[in-house]
């Protein structure tokens, strides 16, 4: 008896010891990978010392982080469980790297921002956890979101409603493929559609695109099957474009509607393009192709004014197009989203394209079409930075511009603490002998946040937005970011307008509003609830005018 008392007690120390001496193991080689993570060198040092890439680690992180104990709770977990991940083989078919081949650090910050574009993912992360006799492991860390949408929304702007149902999947099996049914009743029509869109189809480059829809005024079809640039290094891309919808367009005038027209349209484009790419830090890309593009219209009332029927047109012109890129990008936070990472390209690019409609192609009509585009960015993302766009396209017939359009855009991005931002973007636009279905208007809808939607009307368009942003750390359920802006919009149109009117000068508005930002939820929805009050119009509007809305930006 005593002796197994004795035996009891050594083996119950015995075991004591072991545990003991694996928990001293277990710090001490917790210990030994902190240092040797702290003691990796940097990407520049890793790309300096032609470090070869060796193991290539995804890790997918679920929707919720159980190991944070707000979000370890039943209803979380069950989320998780019943979420389907990310497929592994998705996400690493856009890395643009390979285990053998050189790290570089440029191609590890473009996959991120590829990996980081995608809707079904919040984030990406790419770092070296490993590096011994020239070889660097590397670890991609990303986070799913949920992407099975039912959804009922109301949005309300320029004084109209708009009422969504819909139920979507945006990461089909996990695949990154996306599926949607939506119903949409709106002020122009109600509109059931499909769409099922694949960025990556067969896990690879190529982009699959079909939308079918069917509207109270008619229907509409869109193909798209196209490998695009992928990415700066990408040498060659091809596509084919197809869409065609019949629908009825209506002419607004000081928000009310003055005419209403039917328009069917047909568009076709196929495309190739070739690149040597990206050296010296610039990419150059040449593209050729064909589009077939036409329009017809047709009165539907007999009280319309009949300069306000846009004329048919059809055009069939070839077309050759050159594009170059300087490879400058930059990440921050708390810009146009809340907490999280954003990327922001502050690079020189300039887009052009010359194609020819003649008669001998099948066009009603000879014409040169033309297209330039350019940007760039000035600045730090981190502190203020000035981000330019500008483009200018249209036709040349019989010497004359027609349906030519200029515009420019400037947004302005200054950080006046950890969390308040000054944000002030100003456009404008001028047209020369616009078609009658394209002309310049502005309202609630599209930046007057103050006035009904489509109030003016003309040829030239000009708006400046003034905004002062809060990020709050607010975060309920950890599901929703918060944030607030206090804003003042002012801008006009002016010119030639079809419906005769003149221009009622510069209108004003101020507001404030508050922004929800979901976390968890696919897509890069900024939840807009907006209060403004018009400064300048007629008393016919309301002194009041309340906007929610979802847009992709703050």
């Given at each position: 008896?005593?002796?197994?008392?004795?035996?009891?007690i050594?083996?119950?120390?015995?075991?004591?010891?072991?545990?003991?001496?694996?928990?001293?193991?277990s710090?001490?080689?917790?210990?030994?990978?902190?240092?040797?993570?702290?003691?990796?060198?940097?990407?520049?040092?890793?790309?300096?010392?032609?470090?070869?890439?060796?193991d290539?680690?995804?890790?997918?992180?679920?929707?919720?982080?159980?190991?944070?104990?707000?979000?370890?709770?039943?209803?979380?977990?069950?989320?998780?469980?019943?979420?389907?991940?990310?497929?592994?083989?998705?996400?690493?078919?856009?890395?643009?790297?390979?285990?053998?081949?050189?790290?570089?650090?440029?191609?590890?910050?473009?996959?991120?921002?590829?990996?980081?574009?995608?809707?079904?993912?919040?984030?990406?992360?790419?770092?070296?956890?490993?590096?011994?006799?020239?070889?660097?492991?590397?670890?991609?860390?990303?986070?799913?979101?949920?992407?099975?949408?039912?959804?009922?929304?109301?949005?309300?702007?320029?004084?109209?409603?708009?009422?969504?149902?819909?139920?979507?999947?945006?990461?089909?099996?996990?695949?990154?493929a996306?599926?949607?049914?939506?119903?949409?009743?709106?002020?122009?029509?109600?509109?059931?559609?499909?769409?099922?869109?694949?960025?990556?189809?067969?896990?690879?480059?190529?982009?699959?695109?079909?939308?079918?829809?069917?509207?109270?005024?008619?229907?509409?079809?869109?193909?798209?099957?196209?490998?695009?640039?992928?990415?700066?290094?990408?040498?060659?891309?091809?596509?084919?474009?197809?869409?065609?919808?019949?629908?009825?367009?209506r002419?607004?005038?000081?928000?009310?509607?003055?005419?209403?027209?039917?328009e069917?349209?047909?568009?076709?484009?196929?495309?190739?393009?070739?690149?040597?790419?990206?050296?010296?830090g610039?990419?150059?890309?040449?593209?050729?192709?064909?589009?077939?593009?036409?329009?017809?219209?047709?009165?539907?009332?007999?009280?319309?004014?009949?300069?306000?029927l846009?004329?048919?047109?059809?055009?069939?012109?070839?077309?050759?197009?050159?594009?170059?890129?300087?490879?400058?990008?930059?990440?921050?936070?708390?810009?146009?989203?809340?907490?999280?990472?954003?990327?922001f390209?502050?690079?020189?690019?300039?887009?052009?394209?010359?194609?020819?409609?003649?008669?001998?192609?099948?066009?009603?009509?000879?014409?040169?079409?033309?297209?330039?585009?350019?940007?760039?960015?000035?600045?730090?993302?981190?502190?203020?930075?000035?981000?330019?766009?500008?483009?200018?396209?249209?036709?040349?017939?019989?010497?004359?511009?027609?349906?030519?359009?200029?515009?420019?855009?400037?947004?302005?991005?200054?950080?006046?603490?950890?969390?308040?931002?000054?944000?002030?973007?100003?456009?404008?636009?001028?047209?020369?002998?616009l078609?009658?279905?394209?002309?310049?208007?502005?309202?609630?809808?599209?930046g007057?946040?103050?006035?009904?939607?489509?109030?003016?009307?003309?040829?030239?368009?000009?708006?400046?937005?003034?905004?002062?942003?809060?990020?709050?750390?607010?975060?309920?359920?950890?599901?929703?970011?918060?944030?607030?802006?206090?804003?003042?919009?002012?801008?006009?149109?002016?010119?030639?307008?079809?419906?005769?009117?003149?221009?009622?000068?510069l209108?004003?508005?101020?507001?404030?509003?508050?922004?929800?930002?979901?976390?968890?939820?696919?897509?890069?929805?900024?939840?807009?609830?907006?209060?403004?009050?018009?400064?300048?119009?007629?008393?016919?509007?309301?002194?009041?005018?309340?906007?929610?809305?979802?847009?992709?930006?703050?």
């Amino acid at each position: 008896m005593h002796d197994s008392r004795i035996a009891a007690i050594s083996q119950k120390n015995h075991r004591g010891s072991w545990l003991t001496g694996l928990l001293i193991f277990s710090m001490l080689a917790t210990e030994v990978r902190a240092e040797a993570a702290a003691g990796l060198p940097s990407a520049r040092e890793l790309a300096s010392a032609g470090a070869v890439i060796g193991d290539i680690r995804i890790v997918r992180q679920n929707v919720f982080d159980l190991s944070i104990p707000e979000e370890n709770n039943a209803l979380y977990r069950l989320a998780n469980r019943l979420h389907m991940q990310t497929r592994e083989s998705v996400i690493r078919q856009q890395l643009l790297f390979k285990p053998g081949e050189v790290y570089s650090e440029r191609l590890v910050d473009e996959s991120e921002r590829l990996l980081r574009r995608n809707i079904y993912l919040y984030d990406a992360r790419i770092r070296p956890v490993r590096y011994v006799g020239g070889v660097v492991d590397l670890e991609v860390t990303t986070r799913d979101v949920w992407t099975l949408m039912p959804g009922f929304s109301v949005s309300r702007k320029g004084g109209e409603n708009r009422t969504r149902f819909s139920i979507s999947e945006n990461n089909l099996l996990g695949s990154g493929a996306r599926v949607k049914l939506a119903y949409i009743d709106d002020v122009d029509r109600e509109s059931t559609s499909f769409e099922y869109a694949d960025n990556n189809l067969g896990e690879s480059w190529t982009a699959l695109q079909v939308f079918v829809a069917d509207n109270s005024d008619g229907d509409s079809q869109l193909l798209r099957l196209v490998r695009p640039f992928f990415a700066l290094d990408s040498r060659w891309s091809g596509g084919l474009e197809v869409f065609d919808s019949d629908s009825e367009t209506r002419f607004y005038e000081l928000g009310e509607e003055v005419a209403e027209y039917r328009e069917s349209s047909r568009y076709l484009n196929g495309f190739g393009g070739v690149s040597s790419g990206l050296k010296n830090g610039w990419v150059r890309r040449y593209t050729a192709g064909v589009t077939i593009d036409e329009h017809r219209f047709l009165n539907t009332t007999d009280q319309m004014l009949p300069q306000l029927l846009p004329a048919d047109r059809e055009l069939v012109y070839p077309w050759l197009g050159v594009e170059l890129i300087e490879d400058r990008f930059e990440t921050s936070s708390n810009r146009d989203q809340i907490d999280r990472t954003e990327d922001f390209y502050l690079g020189q690019r300039l887009a052009a394209r010359l194609g020819y409609a003649g008669s001998t192609l099948g066009s009603d009509r000879d014409a040169l079409m033309f297209n330039v585009a350019a940007s760039r960015g000035f600045g730090d993302m981190g502190k203020k930075a000035l981000l330019l766009r500008s483009s200018v396209d249209g036709r040349v017939e019989h010497g004359s511009l027609v349906n030519a359009l200029w515009h420019v855009n400037a947004r302005y991005y200054r950080q006046t603490s950890e969390k308040h931002l000054a944000f002030m973007t100003l456009s404008a636009s001028i047209g020369r002998n616009l078609d009658l279905d394209n002309p310049l208007m502005l309202g609630g809808d599209n930046g007057l946040r103050g006035y009904p939607l489509r109030y003016q009307i003309g040829d030239k368009r000009a708006l400046l937005t003034l905004e002062y942003r809060y990020f709050t750390d607010w975060y309920p359920f950890r599901l929703v970011r918060v944030g607030g802006a206090v804003f003042a919009d002012a801008g006009r149109t002016w010119g030639d307008n079809p419906a005769g009117g003149g221009s009622i000068g510069l209108l004003k508005d101020v507001g404030f509003g508050l922004r929800l930002v979901p976390t968890r939820a696919s897509g890069r929805e900024v939840i807009h609830f907006d209060i403004a009050f018009p400064l300048d119009g007629d008393r016919s509007i309301d002194s009041v005018q309340i906007l929610l809305e979802s847009k992709t930006s703050f």
